[in-house]
């Protein structure tokens, strides 16, 4: 059985988790969109973390198995055990590994203004 297809619509104030199903998007669940910008996010695109490099970008979401963040305009999954405590969703967050321990802290790249230096 292939994985099931999963993205993020955002828009309204609300996030929306949806799977595919026989070429139809429906619905999952419902949430306050919280930080996050309004857009489609495809997050079964997403590649598994590298846990020789640091992510920064935005928590989009997580479940029980993973955490998903976008770093420019890819998507990376962590594994959710690899957390002590999930990051919080929307935050711009620079996620490296230490001892195969995901450590989070918040990025210094700033969103939508280019790099300040």
């Known amino acids: 059985m ?3 297809k ?5 828009m309204n104030g609300q996030r929306l988790v949806q799977s595919e199903q026989g070429g139809q ?3 999952d669940k419902v949430e306050k969109a919280g930080l996050l910008k309004p857009g489609i996010y495809n997050i079964h695109l997403s590649t598994q973390a590298d846990k020789t490099k640091t992510y920064d970008g ?4 997580a479940d029980k198995n993973n955490v998903y963040q976008q770093v420019g305009k890819s998507f990376v999954k962590h594994d959710r055990t690899d ?3 999930a ?7 620079s996620i490296k590994y ?5 450590v989070v802290s918040p ?3 700033k969103r939508g203004h280019g790099l300040s230096r």
């Open 2 to 4: 292939s994985d099931i």
């Open 6 to 10: 999963q993205r993020l619509l955002v």
């Open 25 to 27: 998007w429906n619905t």
């Open 58 to 61: 935005v928590v989009l979401y």
């Open 83 to 85: 957390f002590d405590k």
């Open 87 to 93: 990051p919080g969703l929307g935050s711009n967050s």
């Open 98 to 102: 230490d001892n195969d321990r995901a």
């Open 107 to 109: 990025s210094s790249i």
